[in-house]
Every structure is written in structure tokens, then in C-alpha cells.
């Protein structure tokens, strides 16, 4: 898609958890020059969604059952003041959410295995406090894996069928940081090129 002169350029960034979007969003704030970050987790306290993710998935997954009308508000405000090149949105729910996708102009889709995915979160989550001992550690562990099993997957998996098509890129989430965000910031480049 092509930059438009008259707004901020949204660059949506989305992948399963710890599929590294909030990684990769950071290294872009700090590559592209004139550009602003919106965090999806920090609107935790003005975000709904569906209370049973399995139930979600049989009624088809609809991602419009998300709420985000702090995350609408704060794009709104970045886009209305005009002062940001680039608005870098870690965007989970993509173009697949129409409350807050309609805003992205570039979407980027980080395709990351759903095991090292889930492999990344464990390790960012429990192995990263020093508080943690070993039998707490273990029992992490277990639940952390009894609950993907039992309902954690489906919802990725909704991921990859309702978010990853409606992207304009589709990354490799095994690349280093580095790569991935080079080759993000090139096909923004590319894009502001091509106008």
C-alpha cells in the first residue's frame, strides 16, 4: 500500500504470543525514524473479549467479538495530531478486527511456530523472574502446557486462518530481531517508493 502525505503511515504487527510482535515493534520504533509505538497490552483495561476462546473458535471466530475502544481512541488521537511519520500498532488481531484494523495501512504478519512461540513465552514468563524456584517453575510449566492443549491452540490456529491472509507481508518469526525488522522497515520503503 502506498504512504498517504495527508496522515501517519500504520503499520499493523501482528503474531501468535511470543511470536515476537512486541519485540519486533520496539526494534521498528527505534529503525524508523519519526515513528510512534501503541502497545495492544497496555489497553488491557479497556479491552473485552470472549470469555470462552473454544466457544469463539466454534461460532467461527468472528475477531469482531473484540472490544478496543481505548486502543480506536488512542490510533484517532496519533493519527489526528499529525506529528508521527509512522504509527507502529502491535496489532494481534490485524485487519481481521474491523474496530481498530481499519486504521492499518501496511499489515505485517510475523509467522512464527506455534511451539517456539510457546517455548518463548514460557521463558520470558517464568524463567526471567529470579523469584521463581524450581518446583514453582515446574508447576508453570504444567499448566502452562495442560492449558495449550486444552485451549490455547485453537485460538493461534485462528490466528493463521483470519489474520496471516489479510497481511501484506508474511515474515519468518525464526529470523533474528535484526532481520526481521530490516526486512520490514525495506518493504515500508518499498511501499513510500512506489506512490
Known amino acids: 500500500m502506498k504512504m498517504k502525505k495527508d496522515k501517519p503511515y500504520v503499520i499493523g504487527i501482528s503474531s501468535p504470543s511470543g511470536g515476537g510482535k512486541t519485540a519486533v515493534t520496539k526494534a521498528l520504533n ?33 475477531y469482531n467479538e473484540w472490544r478496543t475502544p481505548g486502543i480506536v ?10 506529528e508521527s511519520k509512522f504509527i507502529l500498532y502491535d496489532a494481534p488481531l490485524g485487519r481481521a478486527h474491523d474496530e481498530s484494523g481499519r486504521y492499518i495501512d501496511f499489515m505485517v504478519f510475523i509467522d512464527t511456530p506455534l511451539d517456539v512461540a510457546m517455548a518463548r513465552r514460557f521463558l520470558r514468563d517464568n524463567l526471567s523472574d529470579p523469584s521463581h524456584d524450581s518446583e514453582c517453575v515446574l508447576h ?8 495449550y492443549l486444552k485451549e490455547g491452540r485453537l485460538p493461534y490456529l ?9 497481511s501484506d507481508i508474511v515474515v519468518d518469526g525464526c529470523l533474528s530481531l535484526d532481520e526481521i525488522s530490516d526486512l520490514i522497515a525495506q518493504n515500508v520503503k518499498e511501499n513510500q517508493e512506489a506512490k
Not at 510449566?141 to 492449558?147: F, Q
Request: hydrophobic letters at 35%; charged letters at 30%; proline letters at 3%.
Open 73 to 82: 481512541s488512542a490510533l484517532e488521537s496519533i493519527i489526528a495530531k499529525n
Open 158 to 166: 485462528e490466528m493463521y486462518r483470519k489474520v496471516k491472509p489479510k
Open 140 to 147: 508453570n510449566l504444567k499448566n502452562e502446557l495442560s492449558g
Open 30 to 62: 527505534e529503525k524508523l525514524v519519526g515513528s510512534t509505538a501503541i502497545y495492544f497490552d497496555e489497553f488491557d483495561d479497556t479491552t473485552t473479549h470472549p470469555e470462552d476462546l473454544i466457544a469463539w473458535v466454534s461460532r467461527g471466530g468472528d
